[in-house]
């Protein structure tokens, strides 16, 4: 099997799995004072992706996993802040991971923190008030320690995981 194609299968399932998380937090619970406090799980996928492979593949599994999610699960609101989160979050990441002075856990919890800004700096402008922003703080302790959950699931999954792509199947 070429290369090429185990990469193309392998980003299929992987939005099949980001896909799968995605729903399952829709189940939980977030009784929070403060809207938008999630867990992140199908961010587990993206730090995956993130270390193991590379940033395009990152992006281009978020990029489907937040235009699907916002389809099936959420609304035009849901996905502009969504995307926001998202554009802000994979580009302080792959930033990060580029320095190659991180782990999961610090690429995770920095991608939680700003995927948070960037909801944030979306409902400022779409809602026209700087007020939304006092909500800051508290998302990012909520990043912080989902953020860090995460990372450390997601370096679990990057030492257990072993994606071969450059090796005959």
């Given at each position: 099997?070429?290369?090429?194609?185990?990469?193309?299968?392998?980003?299929?399932?992987?939005?099949?799995?980001?896909?799968?998380?995605?729903?399952?937090?829709?189940?939980?619970?977030?009784?929070?004072?403060?809207?938008?406090?999630?867990?992140?799980?199908?961010?587990?996928?993206?730090?995956?992706?993130?270390?193991?492979?590379?940033?395009?593949?990152?992006?281009?599994?978020t990029a489907i996993r937040?235009?699907?999610?916002?389809?099936?699960?959420g609304s035009v609101a849901?996905?502009?802040?969504?995307?926001?989160?998202?554009?802000?979050?994979?580009?302080?990441?792959?930033?990060?991971?580029?320095?190659?002075?991180?782990?999961?856990?610090?690429?995770?919890?920095?991608?939680?923190?700003?995927?948070?800004?960037?909801?944030?700096?979306?409902?400022?402008?779409?809602?026209?008030?700087?007020?939304?922003?006092?909500?800051?703080?508290?998302?990012?302790?909520?990043?912080?320690?989902?953020?860090?959950?995460?990372?450390?699931?997601?370096?679990?999954?990057?030492?257990?995981?072993?994606?071969?792509?450059?090796?005959?199947?």
């Amino acid at each position: 099997m070429s290369r090429d194609l185990k990469l193309l299968t392998t980003l299929g399932v992987s939005t099949a799995a980001a896909m799968i998380l995605s729903f399952l937090e829709t189940l939980i619970p977030m009784n929070i004072a403060v809207p938008g406090v999630k867990i992140g799980l199908a961010n587990l996928v993206t730090v995956f992706l993130l270390i193991k492979l590379d940033w395009k593949s990152a992006s281009a599994v978020t990029a489907i996993r937040v235009l699907l999610s916002a389809l099936l699960f959420g609304s035009v609101a849901s996905l502009a802040y969504s995307a926001s989160g998202a554009v802000l979050s994979m580009t302080v990441m792959s930033l990060l991971k580029k320095t190659g002075r991180f782990s999961a856990l610090g690429i995770s919890t920095a991608g939680a923190v700003s995927h948070n800004a960037g909801q944030i700096i979306m409902a400022v402008i779409l809602l026209s008030t700087k007020e939304i922003a006092y909500w800051l703080p508290i998302l990012i302790v909520s990043g912080t320690v989902t953020g860090l959950a995460i990372g450390a699931v997601g370096a679990l999954l990057v030492k257990k995981i072993d994606l071969k792509l450059d090796r005959k199947a």
